[in-house]
């Protein structure tokens, strides 16, 4: 898998929809292999509420629950959220 869930929600803005096509292009995915991944992501976020997909692409929902940031972990198995 060449992207994170990072980056594919980081390359759809939130009022408008962006076609699937235009994410692969933009994720520069090329291989079939590469490309079900993709949906296979997709479909894991729109389940989880994060994305809608409407006729004209992929929607980011803005949920107010979620908070960005990027995780840290200690050698002694501590994560914090920055």
Do not use: W, Y
């Not at 929809?17 to 079900?36: F, G, H, R």
């Not at 409407?54 to 994560?79: D, M, N, V, W, Y």
Request: include cysteine; hydrophobic fraction near 45%.
């Amino acid at each position: 898998m060449k992207f994170t869930v990072a980056d594919l929600l980081d390359q759809l803005p939130l009022n408008e929809a962006l076609p699937i096509a235009q994410l692969e292009k933009a994720l520069s995915l090329s291989a079939t292999v590469d490309k079900q991944q993709l949906r296979i992501g997709i479909h894991g976020l729109i389940k989880l509420g994060l994305l809608d997909d409407t006729e004209a692409g992929l929607l980011r929902l803005e949920t107010p629950e979620l908070i960005p940031a990027r995780l840290r972990c200690s050698s002694k198995g501590f994560c914090f959220a920055l």
